[in-house]
C-alpha cells in the first residue's frame, strides 16, 4: 500500500478542516471548528492507475497566539498550504509558513490553495500579491470548500506532484 501524509498548513480559520472535509466525506457545515492539535483522516486516490492513501494531517491554524509545531510535519510528503481569499494577512502567513517549511522539512511538494473562491467579490488578494506568488513558482489553485469548487484538483495536483 502506498500512504502518503500530507499536512494541510496555513493561519486560523481559512478552511483547512472544511478543504478536508469536503474532500473526504463530500461535506460542508456553516459551523465553524476550531481544530485543537491535529486531526487525522484517510482517502484513497487513483492517480493515474495508481492508488495512493493519503494521510490527511489537518493541522491547528497558525496564528498570533499559536504557532505550529513542526514536529507534526515531519515526514509528510507534501501539503496543501491554505489561505483565505478574503483575508489578505493569511498571504503572507502563507508565504511565512513556506519558507518555514523549506527549513524544517526541505524541499517537499505543496500546492497553495487559495479558498474562499465562492466570495471573490470579497477577495483582498490583489494581482501583484498573486504575481508575487507565481514568481516563486508556486502552483496556485482556487477553490471553495463550499461549493466543492477546485478541491479534488487541489488534492489530485499534490498527488502528480509527490509522484513526478
Given amino acids: 500500500m502506498n500512504q502518503k501524509k500530507i499536512c ?13 472535509r469536503r474532500f473526504v466525506a463530500s461535506i460542508y457545515s456553516e459551523v465553524y471548528q476550531t481544530t485543537v492539535g491535529v486531526k487525522i483522516d484517510k482517502k484513497v486516490l487513483d492517480v493515474g492507475g495508481q492508488e495512493i492513501t493519503f494521510v490527511l494531517w489537518d493541522i491547528y491554524g497558525e496564528d498570533d497566539f499559536q504557532k505550529l509545531r513542526w514536529s507534526q510535519v515531519r515526514g509528510a510528503s507534501g501539503y496543501l498550504l491554505v489561505a483565505d481569499g478574503t483575508r489578505r494577512a493569511t498571504f503572507e502567513k502563507a508565504i511565512a509558513l513556506e519558507q518555514k517549511a523549506r527549513e524544517e ?26 504575481a508575487r506568488m507565481a514568481a516563486m513558482n508556486w502552483t496556485i489553485l482556487r477553490c471553495s470548500a463550499k461549493t466543492g469548487d477546485g478541491v479534488e484538483e487541489a488534492f489530485s495536483t499534490l498527488a502528480r506532484k509527490m509522484l513526478s
Fill in 8 to 20: 494541510m498548513l496555513g493561519s486560523f480559520a481559512v478552511g483547512k478542516t472544511s478543504l478536508v
Fill in 105 to 130: 522539512v526541505g524541499h517537499i511538494p505543496f500546492v497553495f490553495v487559495i479558498n474562499k473562491s465562492d466570495l471573490v467579490g470579497e477577495w483582498e488578494l490583489d494581482p501583484e500579491m498573486e
